[in-house]
């Protein structure tokens, strides 16, 4: 089955970096759409930042463009979010998120979630 597993998050300070990543197993990586989303504490569930399509171009939430970095490694079967000038705001559970891309597969248009992990940024 589809696993997706997070790592990297933890207590930073307001305007230091950190660096998630993902790992996907149980899947041809390459024939999915990943992306990041995050989660504050009572609110919905955010897109970050996510490739538009598998091999598209990367899109970002305007509340970290330039700040954060999404990247997509096929040889290992993880993608990753560097994230720098972390503000307090950012605080949240960042969840990996993948989709089936391409019409032959039988799971065509699932996705999957990992189970998030928590960063906190202190002021």
């Known amino acids: 089955q589809v696993q997706l597993v997070e790592s990297g998050g933890g207590l930073v300070q307001a305007g230091g970096s950190s660096r998630l990543s993902c790992v996907a197993s149980?899947?041809?990586?390459?024939?999915?759409?990943m992306r990041w989303y995050r989660q504050v504490s009572g609110k919905g569930r955010e897109l970050v930042a996510g490739f538009t399509n598998y091999g598209g171009t990367t899109n970002y939430a305007d509340s970290v463009k330039g700040r954060f970095t999404i990247s997509r490694d096929n040889v290992v079967n993880t993608i990753y979010l560097q994230m720098n000038s972390l503000k307090p705001e950012d605080t949240a559970v960042y969840y990996c998120?993948?989709?089936?891309?391409?019409?032959?597969?039988?799971?065509?248009?699932?996705?999957?979630w990992g189970k998030g992990t928590l960063v906190t940024v202190s002021s």
């Open positions: 149980g899947m041809t990586f390459s024939r999915y759409a």
């Open positions: 998120n993948a989709v089936s891309a391409r019409p032959t597969m039988r799971n065509y248009g699932m996705d999957y």
